[in-house]
T-cell receptor
Framework: AQSVTQPDIHITVSEGASLELRCNYS??????LFWYVQSPGQGLQLLLK??????LVQGIKGFEAEFKRSQSSFNLRKPSVHWSDAAEYFC????????FGAGTTVTVRA | DAGITQSPRHKVTETGTPVTLRCHQT?????MYWYRQDPGHGLRLIHY???????DKGEVSDGYSVSRSKTEDFLLTLESATSSQTSVYFC??????????????FGDGTRLSIL
C-alpha cells in the first residue's frame, strides 16, 4: 500500500533563510507525487507535482522539489522564505486517491 | 481556482443527529472525493466517486455514506453523528483518477463539531 512520511512535525525558520521539508514515500510503482500548502482556515493549494521526467520540478511561490528514487524521497525546498510562507505543508502520493503525510507546520520568525 | 463550493462552512450539532454536507463543483470533473482532516493524521479519504451514481469507500468510511445523483454534486451523510466525527471535512475534485495522475483541487472545508 502507498504511504507518505513527513518526519518533521514543526519547523521554524527565519525570514530570508532557506527551507527544506522532507517527504519519504512508499509505493510499488512509479509514484505520482505532490506538495500542497494549507494556510489557516483554508483548503489545500497545489504547489507542485511530479509525474515523470526531470527529477527537479518547479512550482508556484518559488518552491521546488527533487525526486530521488534511490532514497524514496521528494523533498520540498525554497531558497529564501517569506513571512507569507508560514503554513502547513503536505506531501502526497497518488494512485486512485491521494495518500497524505501528516503534514509539517512552518513558522517564520522575523 | 477550481470552482468548488462546500456547504455549510460551519456546523454544530448533537450526537445522534443526521448531518449532510454538500459539495458542488462547476468544473464538470468526473472524480469527487470527501476527506476528513484531523491533527496528526493529514487528510484521510472517506469516500470517492468516479461518476454519477458510482461511489466507493476510502480508508475511513465507517459511519459515513455518500450520494452522487448529478455530476456537480457530491453529498456526504453522517447517519447518526458521533463525537469522533468532529473534524474538518474537505471535498476535492479531479479530472483523472485511478491509474493516471491528476492533482486534486480542494474546497475550503466544512468545520463540523458534534457535541
Amino acid at each position: 500500500a502507498q504511504s507518505v512520511t513527513q518526519p518533521d512535525i514543526h519547523i521554524t525558520v527565519s525570514e530570508g533563510a532557506s527551507l527544506e521539508l522532507r517527504c519519504n514515500y512508499s509505493y510499488g510503482a512509479t509514484p505520482y507525487l505532490f506538495w500542497y500548502v494549507q494556510s489557516p482556515g483554508q483548503g489545500l493549494q497545489l504547489l507542485l507535482k511530479y509525474f515523470s521526467g526531470d527529477t527537479l520540478v518547479q512550482g508556484i511561490k518559488g518552491f521546488e522539489a527533487e525526486f530521488k528514487r534511490s532514497q524514496s524521497s521528494f523533498n520540498l525546498r525554497k531558497p529564501s522564505v517569506h513571512w507569507s510562507d508560514a503554513a502547513e505543508y503536505f506531501c502526497a502520493v497518488n494512485d486512485y486517491k491521494l495518500s497524505f503525510g501528516a503534514g509539517t507546520t512552518v513558522t517564520v520568525r522575523a | 481556482d477550481a470552482g468548488i463550493t462546500q456547504s455549510p462552512r460551519h456546523k454544530v450539532t448533537e450526537t445522534g443527529t443526521p448531518v449532510t454536507l454538500r459539495c458542488h463543483q462547476t468544473e464538470n470533473h468526473r472524480y469527487m472525493y470527501w476527506y476528513r482532516q484531523d491533527p496528526g493524521h493529514g487528510l484521510r479519504l472517506i469516500h470517492y466517486s468516479y461518476g454519477v451514481k458510482d461511489t466507493d469507500k476510502g480508508e475511513v468510511s465507517d459511519g459515513y455514506s455518500v450520494s452522487r445523483s448529478k455530476t456537480e454534486d457530491f453529498l456526504l451523510t453522517l447517519e447518526s453523528a458521533t463525537s469522533s466525527q468532529t473534524s474538518v471535512y474537505f471535498c476535492a475534485i479531479s479530472e483523472s483518477g485511478r491509474g493516471s495522475p491528476g492533482p486534486q483541487h480542494f474546497g475550503d472545508g466544512t468545520r463540523l463539531s458534534i457535541l
